[in-house]
């Protein structure tokens, strides 16, 4: 079935300074969604995306749907310690599939 | 109370236990979902449920039993259960099952000993 990637696996950044991470696919996605799991709590929706080329923000987080449709990127900007979980992407998956996740980045921030 | 609920948070069995995870939403959604979480290892659905009826059935061992009495709620029924079976239990909504926004509970940890 369908899988999507993700890189980093996992970051240590120091707090203020921006990260990024993708999420990529061998197959086409029309829909693209970011989610954030913080230790023993479910994923919470961060950003939906559902054209390619589109460019969404959530406060200082900016996500983009790329253009070839295989991809997306989730920026975060001035990190400070409670962006410390783990950053899903997902995307209704195709031949009947309902929905895929990727297997997750990591964040640490180190005050 | 607001958004998708589950009970209990914590739960731990042996192996020849019977137990029944809940989970509720408020958000007036028509689609329901089960998924596994374990260590180290990517999101798995087990079961939709969309206006009640079962649309998916994700290859899930029969000593897991979904019940979804109506749109607001759904059970996991366990028995006879395995110690690899020792997981976060999520369940989340979305307005149906073509609506891609789904929107998760805190969880069941379950641990089997």
């Known amino acids: 079935g369908q899988q999507l990637n993700q890189s980093p696996q996992s970051m240590f950044i120091q707090e203020g300074e921006d990260v ?70 997902a995307g209704p998956g195709n031949y009947g599939q309902n929905f895929v996740f990727g297997p997750g980045t990591r964040l640490s921030v180190l005050p | 109370e607001t958004g998708v609920t589950q009970t209990p948070r914590h739960l731990v069995m042996g192996m020849t236990n019977k137990k029944s995870l809940k989970c509720e939403q408020h958000l007036g959604h028509n689609a329901m979902y089960w998924y596994k979480q374990s260590a180290k290892k990517p999101l798995e659905l087990m ?38 079976d020792s997981a976060l239990y999520l369940c989340a909504s979305s307005q149906d099952a073509s609506g891609y926004e789904q929107y998760f509970g805190p969880g069941t940890r379950l641990t089997v000993t």
């Open chain 2, 47 to 84: 079961f939709v449920y969309n206006f009640k009826e079962q649309t998916e059935n994700n290859s899930v061992p029969s000593r897991f039993s979904p019940e979804c009495p109506n749109s607001s709620h759904l059970f996991l029924h366990l028995h006879t259960l395995q110690p690899e």
């Open chain 1, 20 to 89: 990024s991470m993708n999420c990529t696919s061998s197959s086409i996605f029309n829909t693209w969604l970011w989610y954030k799991q913080e230790p023993g709590e479910g994923p919470v929706l961060l950003i939906a995306l559902y054209k390619a080329g589109e460019l969404t923000s959530n406060g200082r987080l900016t996500a983009q749907f790329g253009i070839t449709r295989k991809d997306s990127f989730l920026n975060i900007s001035a990190s400070i310690p409670s962006d410390v979980g783990i950053y899903f992407c």
